[in-house]
T-cell receptor
Framework: EAQVTQNPRYLITVTGKKLTVTCSQN?????MSWYRQDPGLGLRQIYY???????DKGDVPEGYKVSRKEKRNFPLILESPSPNQTSLYFC????????????FGPGTRLLVL | GENVEQHPSTLSVQEGDSAVIKCTYS??????FPWYKQELGKRPQLIID?????GEKKDQRIAVTLNKTAKHFSLHITETQPEDSAVYFC????????????FGKGTTLSVSS
């Protein structure tokens, strides 16, 4: 089954404690991205990657890092989480064929205390 | 860059009524306009999309219209049902490979029976 997976689905952490949210897709998609969803603000892109070892900032990259060492994986790293990063995070992927449907992962709900 | 405005932010209708959600975009290069539905606690899922060479597209009770001159597109849901209750997001992107989808802030649709 074609899918995007994320782990963990729920996470409670404390300020400053590094964490990683994993994202994996099995559709051989080149393009992967991370969004955060906050009430009233919709879906805002954090980072994206057009292929292995190619990453770029989205609209709200501050406080986040990403890596793309393999085509299927695109982890999101919060090296020193702060309470304002409490949010619902979605990973997404799509091919580079034009235009291509974007598929979302199930979401990770993060609470930073 | 692209900016997508979506209205209304909330919409309440009675079962059987029609619902219309409108979006405007700023970048005349945009030519792909998908709509996503997000049920409570779930990931956004594509429900319909339209490309710039088409003015209207229908899929059962859902239709999308596009006015490129005015840079706006709309989602029309006819004969609404309680299961249509969700948050709906419009988005826009150009046809250039790997271009990010820019999302509107979402419309919360409530269908009461």
């Amino acid at each position: 089954e074609a899918q995007v997976t994320q782990n963990p689905r729920y996470l409670i952490t404390v300020t400053g404690k590094k964490l990683t949210v994993t994202c994996s897709q099995n559709m051989n998609h080149e393009y992967m991205s991370w969004y955060r969803q906050d009430p009233g603000l919709g879906l805002r892109q954090i980072y994206y990657s057009m292929n292995v070892e190619v990453t770029d900032k989205g609209d709200v990259p501050e406080g986040y890092k990403v890596s793309r060492k393999e085509k299927r994986n695109f982890p999101l790293i919060l090296e020193s989480p702060s309470p304002n990063q409490t949010s619902l995070y979605f990973c997404a992927s799509k091919g580079l064929a034009v235009p291509e449907t974007q598929y979302f992962g199930p979401g990770t709900r993060l609470l930073v205390l | 860059g692209e900016n997508v405005e979506q209205h209304p932010s909330t919409l309440s209708v009675q079962e059987g009524d029609s619902a219309v959600i409108k979006c405007t975009y700023s970048d005349s290069a945009s030519n792909y306009f998908p709509w996503y539905k997000q049920e409570l606690g779930k990931r956004p899922q594509l429900i319909i999309d339209i490309r710039s060479n088409v003015g209207e597209k229908k899929d059962q009770r859902i239709a999308v219209t596009l006015n490129k001159t005015a840079k706006h597109f709309s989602l029309h849901i006819t004969e609404t049902q309680p299961e249509d209750s969700a948050v709906y997001f419009c988005a826009a992107s150009s046809q250039e490979a790997g271009t990010a989808l820019i999302f509107g802030k979402g419309t919360t649709l409530s269908v009461s029976s």
